[in-house]
């Protein structure tokens, strides 16, 4: 999994080494780790806050196994950037499609 992270720089003034509090962006439908990151114009206030911000993907990427030929272009919100941050329970997609784990378990 990709994500993009944004650290405050540390401050001389400020105590170094010290952990920063996390914020995780959850980007929505067709997002991907850099959306949030590039569009949000967060940085000048995690900076003053001193906030760390993580930008995680919304779902796995290049899984051919889970590409279907030809798929209509109806099922957009489906799959790939869908941005629902559940674990999936069917095959073949509950072997990689589990967000919710990702996101609440293994990220942090």
């Known amino acids: 999994m990709k994500f993009n992270i944004f650290i405050p720089e540390d401050d001389v003034n400020k105590q170094r080494g010290a952990p920063f509090p996390v914020l995780y962006h959850l980007g929505g439908l067709t997002s991907n780790q850099d959306n949030g990151a590039w569009k949000s114009g967060f940085a000048q206030h995690a900076s003053k806050h001193r906030i760390a911000i993580v ?54």
């Open 55 to 108: 930008f995680p993907d919304t779902s796995p990427r290049d899984l051919a196994a889970y590409k279907p030929v030809g798929e209509p272009s109806e099922h957009w919100y489906v799959g790939y950037g869908a941005g629902f941050y559940v674990d999936a329970v069917e095959e073949p997609w509950n072997k990689n499609f589990n967000m919710y784990t990702y996101i609440t378990k293994e990220l942090p």
